[in-house]
Nanobody
Framework: QLQASGGGLVLAGDSLRLSCAAS????????MGWFHQAPGKEREFVAA????????YYADSVKGRFTISRDNAKNTVSLQMNSLKPEDTAVYYCAAGNRMNSSPLKYDYWGQGTEVTVSS
C-alpha cells in the first residue's frame, strides 16, 4: 500500500515536498516513482528511485528542479520540487514496481494521488 501526501497550492517559484509511504509487501518493491496527470492529459513520468542502488531517473522537464530520495527508516520516498511552474500543476501519484521505467504500465502499485496547483 502506498500513501502519498504533501500536495497543495503554491505560487510559481515556490517549493513543495511530496512524500510516499510504503507499507505491507515492501520487500517486493525495487523501484518507486512519481507520475503526474494534468486534467485532460495522460499520466506522465516525473522521477524514479531504485531502492537498492540509489539510482535516480528524471523526466527532462523536471531535471535540476526536482529531487527524488528515500528515507530508509520510514520506507518513504520523497519528491522535493523546487522552482515550481504553472505547468507542474497536476495530480501527483507515487508508484512502485520492479524496474526503473518511465511507463506507468510498468508499475504494479499506486498511491491515491495528491494535488499540486502552481499559480502564476
Amino acid at each position: 500500500q502506498l500513501q502519498a501526501s504533501g500536495g497543495g497550492l503554491v505560487l510559481a517559484g515556490d517549493s513543495l515536498r511530496l512524500s510516499c509511504a510504503a507499507s505491507g509487501r515492501t520487500f517486493s518493491i525495487s523501484v518507486m516513482g512519481w507520475f503526474h496527470q494534468a486534467p485532460g492529459k495522460e499520466r506522465e513520468f516525473v522521477a524514479a528511485f531504485n531502492w537498492s542502488g540509489g539510482i535516480t531517473y528524471y523526466a527532462d522537464s523536471v531535471k535540476g528542479r526536482f529531487t527524488i530520495s528515500r528515507d530508509n527508516a520510514k520506507n518513504t520516498v520523497s519528491l522535493q520540487m523546487n522552482s515550481l511552474k504553472p505547468e507542474d500543476t497536476a495530480v501527483y501519484y507515487c508508484a512502485a514496481g520492479n524496474r526503473m521505467n518511465s511507463s506507468p504500465l510498468k508499475y504494479d502499485y499506486w498511491g491515491q494521488g495528491t494535488e499540486v496547483t502552481v499559480s502564476s
